[in-house]
Nanobody, 126 residues
Framework: QVQLVESGGELVQAGGSLRLSCAASGRAFSSYTMGWFRQAPGKEREFVAAISWRTISTYYVDSVKGRFTISRDNAKNTVYLQMNSLKPEDTAVYYC???????????????????WGKGTLVTVSS
């Protein structure tokens, strides 16, 4: 069992930056692929980024490439999402998730994550 708790979401102006954190507790955090997803009001939840358990592979949705960076610290059981050059369309609840498949799987496929956090709200004002 893995418990995930996100933090770092807040109101920020367009062009600003935020760093989201996801603290994990439980067993075998370092063996899971970690991902960030988001859900905007009235929209389906979408994949944002994923990182493999060895931090070799990272994948991003096209809309955030070059602006967002996912990273993880297995010693601290924490995964991060650095978000730069934020846009109003980045406004959403951001969720952290853990799953057993490769990072590329979550980039290509829907579903497959075993554990989810409760989310943190990011609001980008124009």
């Amino acid at each position: 069992q893995v418990q995930l708790v996100e933090s770092g979401g807040e109101l920020v102006q367009a062009g600003g930056s935020l760093r989201l954190s996801c603290a994990a507790s439980g067993r075998a955090f370092s063996s899971y692929t970690m991902g960030w997803f988001r859900q905007a009001p009235g929209k389906e939840r979408e994949f944002v980024a994923a990182i493999s358990w060895r931090t070799i592979s990272t994948y991003y949705v096209d809309s955030v490439k070059g602006r967002f960076t996912i990273s993880r610290d297995n010693a601290k059981n924490t995964v991060y999402l650095q978000m730069n050059s934020l846009k109003p369309e980045d406004t959403a609840v951001y969720y952290c998730a853990a799953g057993p498949y490769s990072a590329s799987y979550y980039y290509d496929q829907k579903g497959g994550m075993d554990y989810w956090g409760k989310g943190t709200l990011v609001t980008v004002s124009s």
